[in-house]
C-alpha cells in the first residue's frame, strides 16, 4: 500500500522567505510526528498530531515554526521568514493508534529545506 | 536527549552476520526498544522492536539481555544494500505523543 508521502521532496528558500511543507500520512493513521534532520545527527522531534489535535509541540525550535494538520489526514509544517539555521531535511512520520504507542512509526522521505 | 549508546561505526563482511549493539542502562519497564535505519537520503525505515523477550523478524533478530540493559540487532546475513545508519531507541513515556528519540546511530558498512 501508498506509504507516507511529503512535497516538495527540495526546497530552496531564500532567507526571509516562508515555506510550507507538506505531509500525506498513510491513510487511516491516527497519530503524525513531525522531525527535523541537520546534516549528519539524527532526527530530533518537532510537534505531533492525534487526529486534528496537536498534543505535543515541544520540539518546535521557535514562534517562527508553525504546524497544522485541519482534517486530521494531511499535516503542513510551515517556517515562517527562514534562517540559514533551518536548513535540514524535516521528516514526516505516521503511526496507526492513537494512544498505543507501541507500534512502530513509518516514515516519509523527507523534505530537503534549503535557506541561502 | 537520546537514553541510547552505540558504537558511531561498524564494519561487516558481506554475507556475515552483523551485531550492532545498544545500551539503555536506564531503561524503565514498560518502555520498548526499536531499531530503525536509514539509508542515505532515505526516511529511517522500521527494522523490530521489542519489550523483554527476543524477538525475530524476515528483516532481523533482536536480543534483549534479562536486565534489559542492552540490546543487539543481528541482520543475520548482511548484504551491500543493508550499508545504512542504524538507529537504537528507547521509547519514551510523554504526554500524548511518545516521540522518538534517535540519537546519532551506528553507520554500518558493509563490505564486498
Known amino acids: 500500500g501508498a506509504g507516507v508521502s511529503q512535497s516538495p521532496r527540495y526546497k530552496v528558500a531564500k532567507r526571509g522567505q516562508d515555506v510550507a511543507l507538506r505531509c500525506d500520512p498513510i491513510?487511516?493513521?491516527?497519530?503524525l510526528f513531525w522531525y527535523q534532520q541537520a546534516l549528519g545527527q539524527g532526527p530530533e522531534f518537532l510537534t505531533y498530531f492525534q487526529n486534528e489535535a496537536q498534543l505535543d509541540k515541544s520540539g518546535l525550535p521557535s514562534d517562527r515554526f508553525f504546524a497544522e494538520r485541519p482534517e486530521g489526514s494531511v499535516s503542513t509544517l510551515k517556517i515562517q521568514r527562514t534562517q540559514q539555521e533551518d536548513s535540514a531535511v524535516y521528516l514526516c512520520a505516521s503511526r496507526r493508534t492513537g494512544g498505543d504507542s507501541s507500534y512502530e512509526q513509518y516514515f516519509g522521505p523527507g523534505t530537503r529545506l534549503t535557506v541561502t | 536527549d537520546a537514553k541510547t549508546t552505540q558504537p558511531p561505526s561498524m564494519d561487516c563482511a558481506e554475507g556475515r552476520a552483523a551485531n550492532l549493539p545498544c545500551n539503555h542502562s536506564t531503561i524503565s519497564g514498560n518502555e520498548y526498544v526499536y531499531w530503525y535505519r536509514q539509508i542515505h537520503s532515505q526516511g529511517p525505515q522500521y527494522i523490530i522492536h521489542g519489550l523483554k523477550n527476543n524477538e525475530t523478524n524476515e528483516m532481523a533478530s533482536l536480543i534483549i539481555t534479562e536486565d534489559r540493559k542492552s540490546s543487539t540487532l543481528i541482520l543475520p546475513h548482511a548484504t551491500l544494500r543493508d550499508t545504512a545508519v542504524y538507529y537504537c531507541i528507547v521509547r519514551v513515556a510523554a504526554e500524548g505523543g511518545n516521540q522518538f528519540y534517535f540519537g546519532t546511530g551506528t553507520s554500518l558498512t558493509v563490505i564486498p
Open positions: 491513510s487511516g493513521h491516527v497519530s
